[in-house]
């Protein structure tokens, strides 16, 4: 019923900045939180940065500093801003949306597909 699509990922130096976003679309009523997770191979994946409908957001501590992540809830996007990368950032990163379906009462998680951040040392 929802689909998250991630755009932005890509290949950069260590230092530099990747901006990426994802898009929710579908049957939804509302978004009461969305985020980005991270898996790297070999790894479990990782919260990196969350943000409530309200604007409260949360970070990992591996990139408090770095990483901004902020909303649009008029066009349910949320967006993370990824700045002095290090190559420990490497993986697919994941978008991720707490989201109420219209006519439903209970929210449900969904996932987008992953979009890959290499950087480079």
């Known amino acids: 019923q929802v689909q998250l699509v991630e755009s932005g990922g890509g290949l950069v130096q260590a230092g530099g900045s990747l901006r990426l976003s994802c898009a929710a679309s579908?049957?939804?009523?509302?978004?009461?939180?969305m985020g980005w997770y991270r898996q790297a191979p070999g790894k479990q994946r990782e919260l990196v940065a969350t943000?409530?409908?309200?604007?409260?957001?949360n970070y990992a501590d591996s990139v408090k500093g770095r990483f901004t992540i902020s909303r649009d809830n008029a066009k349910n996007t949320v967006c993370l801003q990824m700045n002095s990368l290090k190559p420990e950032d490497t993986g697919v990163y994941y978008c991720d949306a707490l989201v109420v379906l219209v006519r439903a009462r209970y929210e449900y998680r969904y996932w987008g597909q992953g979009t890959q951040v290499t950087v480079s040392s």
């Open positions: 943000i409530t409908s309200g604007g409260n957001t």
């Open positions: 579908g049957s939804i009523f509302s978004i009461n939180a």
